[in-house]
Every structure is written in structure tokens, then in C-alpha cells.
């Protein structure tokens, strides 16, 4: 396999989870990073490094037109280490600027470079109050107020403008609450967990599979249901554990 894919988010904990998987499958993978300083991390992993900030529009897209990637996947998130409570409020504001404006400029870049598909994370806790499990089928919480409505508000933006992107084969991906190597937690936590290598591997599967659309990707619980990516790309919560 030759496909070039820009990975954005590389260093994140999917990323780092994803890259194995993604070199293992041999794609070709060039990922992002805000730090010329990890640069040298992600070569050691097989990765063509790419020094840039999404929110740097020029930037991005002379870096993906350069590339001319078949695929970008979209790992990007601006999160606090160990999501520092006293630091969520702040976060909230900055994640959704990531899934906004940083959203938009990787959709132009990509659109420009000719790529062809495009993943993206997103979460499935945004869900509107309403029946459970919850289906991708169900409504966002856009009525939410607070903190709640900041980031639901972001997550709206990033699937509209990853499913609305001309060109493109899109498909939203919403985590479960992730833990494992790399994230806040190596134990599950909440009502709709998953860990992080089952979060990476069904980015790949979405790589491999021409339909787009809207996936839950979380483990088996009472408040959210995968079984479409199951049925669709027989992804297992448990599929990539050690």
C-alpha cells in the first residue's frame, strides 16, 4: 500500500496509538506537531514530521498541498494534562476552537490538496437528553447551557464541516471517554469507556472502508451504542487490547 496519510494530532494519545497501526498497514504517514521538539519522536516511529498549527491556515495548507495526502485524519484536541479540573472551563473554550476553526482550516487545506477521505474524533457524550443507548441517529445537546454548551457547540461544528466537506469521504468518530497509555486514566472511568488502541484502530478501519458518516465507538455500556461500526467494519471495543 502506498497512500499518503497526514495524521494531525500525531503526538496526542490516539495518534501515538494510531501510528503503528497505520505504518504496520503501510501507509505512508506524515504527522503533525505544534513542537519542532517532537519532531524527532515521531521519525523514530517512522513518521514524516510536520511542524505546524492548524489555526496557522497558510501554513497548513502549502504543508498538505505539499504532501498531497490521500487520506488526513483529524486526532487534534487541546485538553489540560489529567484534565486538571481547575483547567476544564478554560479547556472547554479551547477544545472547541480546535473542532471549529482548526476543523474548518484542515478541511480547506485537505480540499486544496485533493485528498480523498477525511476521519475525524469527535465524542459521544454530546448526545441531547433522550432515549438510551444513545444512536448516532439521535440529536446533539445544542440547547445545553454553560461549559456544556461551548463544547457541544464545537462538536457540531467539527461533524458539519467533516460531513459537508466537498470532495470528501467523511466520517465523525465519537469516543467514548478514553483511557489507557497517554490519556488521564489507565483504568476505565465513566459511563462509556474506551480504550485507546480500540479508539486508534477503528480510525484505521474508517481508513479502509468507503462509506463515511457517523460511528459511536465506545465500549458496550447502557449509555451508547457502536453497533453500527461493529456491523459496518466488525470493530471490537476489545479488539486492539493487550
Do not use: C
Request: aromatic letters at 6%; proline letters at 6%.
Amino acid at each position: 500500500m502506498s497512500e499518503i496519510v497526514f495524521l494531525a494530532g500525531a503526538t496526542g494519545a490516539v495518534g501515538t496509538a494510531l501510528i503503528p497501526l497505520l505504518t504496520g498497514a503501510g501507509y505512508t504517514v506524515y504527522g503533525s506537531t505544534r513542537r519542532a521538539g517532537r519532531a524527532a519522536a515521531l521519525e523514530a516511529q517512522g513518521v514524516h514530521p510536520v511542524v505546524v498549527d492548524v489555526f496557522d491556515a497558510e501554513a497548513l495548507r502549502a504543508a498538505l498541498v505539499r504532501i498531497a495526502p490521500w487520506a488526513v485524519v483529524h486526532q487534534l484536541t487541546d485538553l489540560p494534562k489529567d484534565l486538571d479540573p481547575a483547567r476544564m472551563a478554560e479547556a472547554a473554550a479551547l477544545n472547541a476552537r480546535v473542532r471549529t476553526e482548526g476543523t474548518r482550516n484542515l478541511v480547506a487545506a485537505a480540499q486544496a490538496a485533493g485528498a480523498k477521505r477525511l476521519i475525524a474524533q469527535s465524542i459521544a457524550w454530546a448526545y441531547a437528553p433522550g432515549p438510551r443507548p444513545f444512536t448516532e441517529d439521535q440529536p446533539l445537546d445544542i440547547d445545553a447551557q454553560g461549559p456544556r454548551r461551548v463544547s457541544v457547540g464545537g462538536v457540531a461544528a467539527l461533524e458539519q464541516a467533516v460531513l459537508g466537506a466537498q470532495g470528501l469521504v467523511g466520517t465523525v468518530l465519537r469516543y467514548g471517554q478514553l483511557y489507557g497509555p497517554g490519556t488521564s486514566t489507565a483504568e476505565p472511568k465513566g459511563a462509556m469507556p474506551l480504550h485507546v488502541e480500540a479508539a486508534a484502530r477503528a480510525a484505521l478501519l474508517a481508513l479502509q472502508h468507503t462509506t463515511g458518516g457517523v460511528f459511536n465507538i465506545a465500549e458496550d455500556g447502557a449509555e451508547v451504542s457502536s453497533e453500527k461500526a461493529k456491523r459496518a467494519w466488525r470493530w471490537a471495543a476489545n479488539a486492539s487490547r493487550p
